[in-house]
């Protein structure tokens, strides 16, 4: 599992989420990685797609919400990252609806937002969290 639990900011909710976040790009890359014929690796790649386009809304809401309620100072810059991974979502999702399914166009997509994913929560939401820390608690 792509999932660590070195990845937790200590907050349940957002862990909760991103663990699900985790949880459905690597199915979606087993998937694509798999012998599975095309019609359930595309039902697999619409589920996962619908899913970003909704989740990833929503989990990064909450996770500007708290850090609102905090008072990070990076903010700002933060929700910048956020609106960037929603942009890409949208266009992969658009190019999708509009040409079909495309392995080319899912192993960039699956790459991308596990790597993205990745980097994201072990890098820039640790920052959250220490900050939390620093500030006297989650």
């Given at each position: 599992?792509?999932?660590?639990d070195?990845?937790?900011?200590?907050?349940?909710?957002?862990?909760?989420?991103?663990?699900?976040?985790?949880?459905?790009v690597?199915?979606?890359?087993?998937?694509?990685?798999?012998?599975?014929?095309?019609?359930e690796?595309a039902?697999?790649?619409?589920?996962?797609?619908?899913?970003?386009k909704?989740?990833?809304?929503?989990?990064?809401?909450?996770?500007e919400?708290?850090?609102?309620?905090?008072?990070?100072?990076?903010?700002?810059?933060?929700?910048?990252?956020?609106?960037s991974?929603?942009?890409?979502?949208?266009?992969?999702?658009?190019?999708?609806?509009?040409?079909?399914?495309?392995?080319?166009?899912?192993?960039?997509?699956?790459?991308?937002?596990?790597t993205?994913?990745?980097?994201?929560?072990?890098?820039?939401?640790?920052?959250?969290?220490?900050?939390?820390?620093?500030k006297?608690?989650?």
């Amino acid at each position: 599992m792509f999932w660590k639990d070195k990845y937790e900011v200590g907050v349940e909710l957002i862990d909760n989420q991103h663990k699900e976040l985790f949880r459905r790009v690597e199915d979606c890359i087993k998937t694509i990685r798999s012998t599975t014929l095309g019609e359930e690796k595309a039902q697999k790649v619409n589920e996962t797609l619908e899913f970003m386009k909704e989740y990833v809304v929503e989990h990064f809401r909450d996770e500007e919400e708290y850090q609102i309620k905090i008072g990070y100072p990076d903010y700002e810059k933060h929700k910048q990252i956020h609106d960037s991974m929603v942009s890409f979502v949208l266009e992969v999702s658009e190019e999708y609806e509009k040409d079909g399914y495309n392995d080319a166009l899912i192993q960039k997509f699956a790459g991308r937002l596990l790597t993205w994913l990745i980097n994201h929560v072990a890098a820039e939401d640790q920052k959250i969290a220490d900050y939390a820390v620093k500030k006297g608690g989650i």
